[in-house]
Nanobody, 125 residues
């Protein structure tokens, strides 16, 4: 049974920072890419960032590039999303996900087969 658990969400003022964590168990997730997505009320879930299994490549949505950084610690089966210069439009539930085997693209929902339950991030203006 694969389980992904996000933590680190909360309420922060605009311009502030948060660090989200994604803890994985039940699967050697270090062998797969990990992605971060977010979903705001009334909107579709959207891609935020992804990192390949060996941290060799990272990918970001244009809206977060230069402000967010994705990283991983395979020894701990952890993936992180450092979010700086937060804006009110970053408010959403953030999800981490583990990619399907053999994938070489990471921006679509169907590139992933396991998802966490999400953590709320609220940015006040």
């Amino acid at each position: 049974q694969v389980q992904l658990v996000e933590s680190g969400g909360g309420l922060v003022q605009a311009g502030g920072s948060l660090r989200l964590s994604c803890a994985a168990s039940g699967r050697t997730v270090s062998r797969y890419a990990t992605g971060w997505f977010r979903q705001a009320p009334g909107k579709e879930r959207e891609f935020v960032a992804a990192i390949t299994w060996n941290s060799g490549s990272t990918y970001y949505a244009d809206s977060v590039k230069g402000r967010f950084t994705v990283s991983r610690d395979n020894a701990k089966n952890m993936v992180y999303l450092q979010m700086n210069s937060l804006k009110p439009e970053d408010t959403a539930v953030y999800y981490c996900a583990s990619s399907r085997p053999g994938r070489s693209r990471y921006r679509r929902l169907d590139d992933y087969d396991y998802w966490g339950q999400g953590t709320q991030v609220t940015v006040s203006s």
